[in-house]
């Protein structure tokens, strides 16, 4: 996967064109979860190793083009956030559980010394540990609380933690999947899905009080089934998001429009430069593949089954049958493929 620049321009007639694409890392290490530093003059970066199943934090100075490793050891690192001054990082950890727990992984929320880690690589500290709720996606909001989703039963729900009084209170309830943050804004814009399975999009600010809340006009070229993670424009009142091979922006009132892009792999949604004119989007295919392991004989090798140069997740056995179900986006479109003995074919054409 690599780390890529758009380079956007505004005009008149359009909300955004793009005028140029290249690519930031060329390594044979995964590459994901890209941010720039508040200055800009760094991006933040996730490098992952398939042997090891972990990953490490790495940033890169543009203007040099030097790297350098923050994070001391590798592990389940989640998406890395700034502070406000940008002289700390804070990411989600994903451990195993000791016991008494409710929960076989447990959460930890962690801050890094940027500054330091620029000398050397540094070890995380411990802000937040959740043994009976799992967190993900935190940004420091400019209160100094530090906004997280965070998911206690079946529904997830966005909180405020607040660091100095180690307390946290819910600012938005609902069945909401993803949600961004803007700094300069001081506002949340929260994709949910309400009554009657319709997507909406909240607008919050960092204290919970609902701005608006507009159902979201699904155009006919998204599926309905697909979720959006809208993030925040340098246009006002503007969200923009991929589902994929292509862009759209969104606004507030959820108004949804096609920007043209010359790409032919899948990118995540951009994630903005503090000027407001490039962004930053993961973009290449993610190669995973279905094996079957004898538990009986270690020695036995691992056998790839149904082998394809794209992603293949979630295999299952046929009870009382010979065949295995699983995903595969070797069309272009996740569908739902069946395997047996050498004989592979396609399920479904959702």
Known sequence: TLTTGLYFSKTSSKPFSIGQIRALTATDGKELASIYSPDGKYIIFHRYSEE???????????????????????????????????????????????????????????????????NTPQEFELILECKNSEIRRPYWLNNNNIALMQKQTEQWQLVSYSIAENKSRVIHDGYLYHYDYSAKDDLLAVTNIKENNQYYIDIIDSDGKEISSTPINLPSEIKGYQYLRPNFSPLANTLIFSTGKQLFTMSFTGEIKNISIPVDEPFSSPMFHPDGDRGLVIKGRYDSDIVSINLQNEQVPLKTLARSNTAENSAVFQPNGGYIAFESERTGEEQVWLNKQDNTFQLTRF
Request: charged share 30%; hydrophobic share 30%.
């Open 52 to 118: 090891k199943c972990l990953n490490d934090i790495w940033a890169k100075n543009l203007e040099t083009q030097q790297e350098y490793k923050l994070s001391k050891n590798m592990d389940v690192y989640g998406q890395q956030r700034f502070s406000k001054d940008g002289k700390k990082i804070i990411v989600i950890r994903t451990v195993d559980c000791g016991e008494p727990i409710t929960q076989k992984k447990c959460y930890q929320l962690m801050s890094l010394d940027f500054e330091k880690a620029l």
